[in-house]
């Protein structure tokens, strides 16, 4: 078909005004922890009841940031019973934390989830649980969540870390993670553990160049690893070993504990700062160490007695060269959870006290057990966190 060219062509000229030009996206509004600024200490609270109980917790203890478990950490869970937090649930969470300018919020894996075993019940259990720890994790709106990298088990080590940078990508796999990062801590090289060494972290950053990795470091760890952070040069050469191994930019939060057991012990259990081996001035070295500034400092430390995760609390504060008021009133610990066997029934008929159990919580993601002693003189609660 011929183009008929004798028809006029009408000119129209272009008006700026008339070109759609979408509004910009507005950049995303810091959290009012971030915005709040300042040095972040924090503690790991229960969240026994209510998940928001652990935001009043720790807010009551002075602390401005703050480590829960999602669900109880020492037992597997079935996903229809505790892989969803109900919607309204999670946004109260998230609001009230936003009221209270708590954060970051750092999340720690169940205990029972090894990545680094090569039995394929376990692996396949230990996928399952992490993939359901991202879940809540993003549900509750938590920044970090922070990871054992797990035992060989008797297989080869290489194998081993090959294995947990497998389960890590395939645990990811469907998830969007919106600004959560996955943190590796650091270990005390207790038994066939993975990542005592910086090495071994190093390669699995290393084999999951898509995931949003980090390091989380614990300082009881550190020692029994047999890193002496307990004086200035040790300090600064364990620093310098972090930096070239991962990067001292990856670390992001610090686990600030004192250790009962001694230098290269292996063994991994936390001690109440000033009380261990490490002690206070070597404590505040490491919070105050310029390679860590503007990192979280969150404590995990133990509650022998009543009143001792405020103690701790106001300890850390100071070491930071923080002074806080001491709150008025009765304030929680993060943690009441049942007395040592030794502490049980022994001594109650020793001493002619009945021992009666109270209502345990559910296993959704609480500490269940609490005892009381129940005599003539007014109700005694035996309060004890035993934290590795």
């Not at 614990?218 to 070239?244: F, M, P, S, W, Y």
């Amino acid at each position: 078909m011929a183009l008929n060219t004798s028809l006029p062509v009408q000119l129209i000229e272009f008006d700026s005004a008339d070109e759609y030009i979408p509004e910009p996206v507005a950049p995303p509004t810091p959290a009012a922890w971030v915005a709040a600024g300042g040095p972040r200490v924090g503690i790991h609270t229960s969240i026994a009841g209510s998940a928001i109980n652990a935001l009043e917790i720790a807010h009551g203890l002075g602390a401005n940031a703050l480590q829960i478990f999602s669900a109880n950490p020492r037992q597997w869970w079935r996903e229809r019973e505790t892989a969803r937090i109900a919607a309204a649930d999670a946004e109260r969470f998230r609001a009230r934390r936003h009221e209270l300018a708590l954060g970051p919020l750092v999340i720690h894996c169940n205990y029972l989830i090894n990545m680094a075993s090569a039995e394929r019940v376990l692996r396949a259990r230990s996928m399952q649980a992490f993939h359901l720890e991202l879940i809540r994790a993003k549900a509750l709106g938590a920044d970090f969540l922070v990871l054992h990298p797990g035992a060989c088990c008797g297989a080869e080590r290489g194998a081993s870390i090959a294995l947990v940078a497998d389960g890590l990508r395939q645990a990811v796999r469907g998830l969007k993670l919106d600004g959560l990062r996955i943190l590796l801590e650091n270990t005390a090289g207790q038994g066939t553990c993975v990542g005592a060494e910086f090495a071994e972290l190093k390669r699995i950053l290393k084999l999951c160049p898509q995931l949003p990795l980090g390091i989380c470091i614990d300082t009881a760890h550190l020692l029994a690893a047999g890193h002496n952070i307990c004086t200035v040069e040790g300090l600064d050469e364990t620093l310098r070993q972090i930096d070239t191994a991962v990067g001292l930019a990856n670390v992001h939060v610090v686990h600030v504990n004192d250790s009962k057991m001694p230098l290269g012990s292996r063994v991994d259990r936390h001690d109440h700062l000033g009380k261990g081996h490490i002690g206070l001035a070597a404590l505040q070295r490491i919070v105050n160490h310029p390679a860590l500034a503007g990192r979280a400092f969150i404590l995990e430390t133990p509650i022998d007695k009543p009143g001792d995760d405020l103690r701790n609390v106001r300890a850390l504060w100071k070491l930071v060269g923080r002074a806080i008021e001491k709150p008025k009133g009765k304030v929680r610990d993060g943690f009441v959870v049942r007395p040592n066997s030794d502490e049980k029934k022994p001594a109650a008929a020793a001493s002619g006290v009945k021992v009666v159990a109270l209502k345990a919580a559910s296993a959704r993601g609480k500490v269940t057990p609490i005892r009381a002693r129940v005599a003539k003189a007014p109700e005694k609660i035996v309060t004890r966190r035993k934290f590795k």
